[in-house]
């Protein structure tokens, strides 16, 4: 098994350990950073529960799930979590996630953590497309994904459902040839 770890000029990406759960829980379990995700915030046991699973995915062959801290590179803190998750029918695609704790909202930091989630996914998984699935409310995101270099798709009406009830998501994607050019 490979260790993650990518390094950014702002954010870092490294595998999710036991350690983490506490900082983890800083997004997870805050109403803020959950409101846009399916579902509400999470107790301490489950984001545990979470990362459990995490470390198993990162042992399985072949790999389809990495679950990875964003570390602040200066202070090398946990300030969020990302997701790549790779379609098991469809090896060449991945679908990516991520969350940061409300400090860091309003700093760029979400459109830095999409580029090396992309890096990452075309430059070293060697996948051919990335999409993400966003809340049409979560702005944020939306800005993030297009300043990263992703297109936006369109919607998927009533694609999840959440605690408030069904919601539509809007696909954002990048190609491996669009991403070279960039």
């Not at 950073?33 to 489950?46: D, K």
């Amino acid at each position: 098994m490979r260790r993650v770890v990518c390094e950014g000029e702002r954010v870092c990406l490294r595998e999710v350990t036991e350690a983490d759960v506490a900082a983890l829980h800083g997004v997870y379990g805050d109403p803020a950073a959950t409101q846009h995700m399916p579902f509400g915030p999470l107790a301490l046991q489950e984001v545990a529960g979470l990362v459990d699973e995490a470390v198993k995915a990162a042992a399985a062959e072949p790999r389809l799930l990495y679950l990875l801290a964003v570390l602040d590179a200066r202070h090398r803190d946990v300030v969020g979590v990302a997701r790549l998750r790779i379609e098991a029918e469809l090896p060449h695609s991945a679908e990516i996630g991520f969350g940061l704790h409300p400090g860091q909202w309003g700093r760029g930091i979400g459109t830095d953590l999409v580029r090396l989630l992309l890096s990452f996914g075309f430059g070293r998984l060697g996948l051919h497309r990335i999409w993400g699935a966003r809340s049409p409310a979560n702005l944020p995101a939306q800005l993030a994904m297009l300043t990263a270099g992703m297109v936006e798709e369109g919607r998927i009406r009533h694609h999840l459902h959440t605690p408030q009830g069904w919601r539509d998501s809007i696909v954002h994607s990048a190609l491996e040839d669009e991403w070279v050019e960039r």
